[in-house]
DNA sequence: TCCTGTAACTTGTCTTGACAAGTTTGCCGA
DNA sequence: TCGGCAAACTTGTCAAGACAAGTTACAGGA
């Protein structure tokens, strides 16, 4: 009966007041929720909603319970991003490194086999790419090289590649990548790579491949991304029996 | 199969139902599921149950929809659970290759100062730790070093190290590991590992730190695992803006 | 042919009610 | 004081129903 038209749905919003308690710290690791039924009275909805609202924390990995358990709250969610996830950018500056860029190509071309199959497109469909080094506090530590469809692609033409977060600024431009499948694999640095990153030849090198979707699913960048070894390492947090993780980039050697 | 049927939660079932649909090929990606109330009559539950089941699903990235849409096939999904994310067996087993240990040494010692910071032990308390040689089809892929808290690690004593999953013959005896912290990184191949592995020194390896947590967040087991970087990689799938990730391991040059 | 509006269908949200299964609490007896 | 047992409490599971909001299909008119 409340009308509540334009206002998000209301589990939504338990969800996020308790996340701000959470963040806030009025809820500290280990302390107990309220019980559902105590939060069916806070909030005056039925129980159904509680539970949804909670169980979209449980996925979150904020809280833990169990049959008979009241909620226990698990850690102060630090609001980890798919930017964060896939940004260069965004992961140095929260790191308190300097990140910067040196775009080394930038063109359209026709898609070769590869990028066709992961991006699903037909061989010889025009697409975007550029190959970028980039660097923290002045060192070379990652050479990255972008696929992008057409429709995004043409929209990096704007972008000041040298600057700040290409997803970044794709973003102001209404392009939102919210899912991604990306495949870690440790190969020896070729001659190019090696003597951008300034290692030496058949060094170990991390290969990011990534697969970048929007909300339909549909491929719009298809990037391979190299690390040094000796600087990079990624750590994947997972719990539960299901496979969600939490999934940060973290320097090897400078901060920890 | 364990028997399963006994007194699993219906949404449960169910899910496990779709999965394997999907797996099995019977329902391919992009193609729809049947209707929500097609599902409520064909196993004969309330809508309510039917959506947790599908939850489950969409959680797992499986598949997609919204309101007004009949849900979609995203992929054939590989990773399920934890166990299958961090034991080798079930993941080998899965993939239809023949998985194989030989273990090099076991022993109950004082622990070293790095376990003792990610077990959160006293230096000097004993722990158990042995080395394995896991290999696919016979061939030698992986080195394993792990470290397990004593009350743990003498459960180890009674298990057939080199028969099935370390962690299957964990859990039959009442320990469960839940969480896991994993940190991936590139090196290169020291002339122990060289050796076993049968690879070049200095070859690209994948090492693989574990810090395996219970469902209270106590760490039990801290592993470096290295693998041959010619035959393994990791994919890591994430959506939403949450980092939640489906991971898992594929063979490079062997399975697909 | 094209477009539009409506009806049917589908999923999202929310309620109420019930029982099962596990945990916590506190009382009582030894 | 200690141990065990039972009641109270809590979460997990499931049912049935109702309405809202979005999508699809189709008939009919311009």
């Given at each position: 009966?409340?009308?509540?038209?334009a206002?998000?749905?209301?589990?939504?919003?338990?969800?996020?007041?308790?996340?701000?308690?959470?963040?806030?710290?009025?809820?500290?690791?280990?302390?107990?929720?309220?019980?559902?039924?105590?939060?069916?009275?806070?909030?005056?909805?039925s129980?159904?909603?509680?539970?949804?609202?909670?169980a979209?924390?449980?996925?979150?990995?904020?809280?833990?319970?169990?049959?008979?358990?009241?909620?226990?709250?698990?850690?102060?969610?630090?609001?980890?991003?798919?930017?964060?996830?896939?940004?260069f950018?965004l992961?140095a500056?929260?790191?308190?490194?300097?990140?910067?860029?040196?775009?080394?190509?930038l063109?359209?071309?026709?898609?070769?086999?590869?990028?066709?199959?992961?991006?699903?497109?037909?061989?010889?469909?025009?697409?975007?790419?550029?190959?970028?080094l980039?660097?923290?506090?002045?060192?070379?530590?990652?050479?990255?090289?972008a696929?992008?469809?057409?429709?995004?692609?043409?929209?990096?033409?704007?972008?000041?590649?040298?600057?700040?977060?290409?997803?970044?600024?794709?973003?102001?431009?209404?392009?939102?990548?919210?899912?991604?499948?990306?495949?870690?694999?440790?190969?020896?640095?070729?001659?190019?790579?090696?003597?951008?990153?300034?290692?030496?030849?058949?060094?170990?090198?991390?290969?990011?491949?990534?697969?970048?979707?929007?909300?339909?699913?549909?491929?719009?960048?298809?990037?391979?991304?190299?690390y040094?070894?000796?600087?990079?390492?990624?750590?994947?947090h997972?719990?539960?029996?299901?496979?969600?993780?939490?999934?940060?980039?973290?320097?090897?050697?400078?901060?920890?």
């Amino acid at each position: 009966m409340p009308s509540r038209s334009a206002s998000r749905p209301r589990h939504a919003e338990i969800a996020q007041a308790l996340r701000e308690k959470i963040r806030s710290g009025e809820l500290t690791p280990g302390s107990p929720l309220p019980s559902e039924a105590r939060l069916t009275g806070q909030f005056a909805v039925s129980r159904g909603t509680v539970r949804q609202a909670l169980a979209a924390l449980r996925a979150e990995g904020l809280i833990a319970g169990g049959r008979g358990r009241v909620p226990v709250v698990r850690r102060t969610g630090l609001a980890q991003n798919f930017d964060q996830l896939v940004s260069f950018s965004l992961w140095a500056r929260q790191m308190g490194r300097t990140p910067s860029a040196r775009t080394l190509e930038l063109s359209r071309r026709p898609v070769d086999a590869e990028a066709a199959e992961q991006l699903e497109l037909e061989p010889g469909t025009p697409i975007f790419s550029y190959t970028r080094l980039r660097m923290l506090d002045g060192e070379p530590v990652l050479v990255e090289r972008a696929t992008f469809v057409e429709t995004v692609g043409r929209l990096l033409l704007d972008c000041d590649l040298d600057g700040g977060s290409v997803y970044e600024q794709l973003g102001a431009r209404g392009v939102e990548l919210v899912e991604a499948q990306q495949t870690i694999a440790a190969i020896a640095a070729g001659g190019e790579d090696a003597s951008l990153l300034g290692v030496p030849r058949r060094s170990p090198v991390l290969e990011v491949r990534r697969r970048a979707m929007d909300a339909e699913g549909v491929a719009l960048e298809w990037s391979r991304d190299r690390y040094r070894g000796d600087a990079f390492e990624i750590t994947i947090h997972n719990q539960d029996t299901l496979p969600r993780a939490g999934v940060a980039l973290r320097s090897a050697n400078g901060g920890r």
